[in-house]
């Protein structure tokens, strides 16, 4: 789920730009605003915080088991491998 505070916020930033003369229909223009940049943002391929961790912490597990499986090829080598 996207945190939608920054967009309200940046909508409300975008509607105080509005020149005085508009300023009247200001809850409108933020609403408008708000609407464009919740669609702009959905047709992204973007992936929550949640998701980029969890895949983050299964990347670095991932790391971590090739590591161990590394040291352990290179132990089984270093008995078979003859000495010169």
């Known amino acids: 789920m996207i945190d939608l ?3 309200d916020e940046l909508a409300r930033r975008l509607s105080e730009l509005v020149p005085p003369g508009l300023r009247e229909s200001r809850e409108d223009l933020q609403r408008t605003f708000k609407g464009a940049l919740q669609s702009g943002l959905s047709r992204l391929d973007l992936v929550t915080r949640e998701e980029f961790e ?6 670095l597990r991932t790391r971590e088991k ?5 040291r352990e090829l290179a132990a089984l080598e270093s008995r078979i491998t003859p000495r010169s």
């Open 5 to 7: 505070n920054p967009i």
């Open 54 to 59: 969890v895949q983050r912490a299964v990347l």
């Open 66 to 70: 090739l590591e161990a499986l590394e």
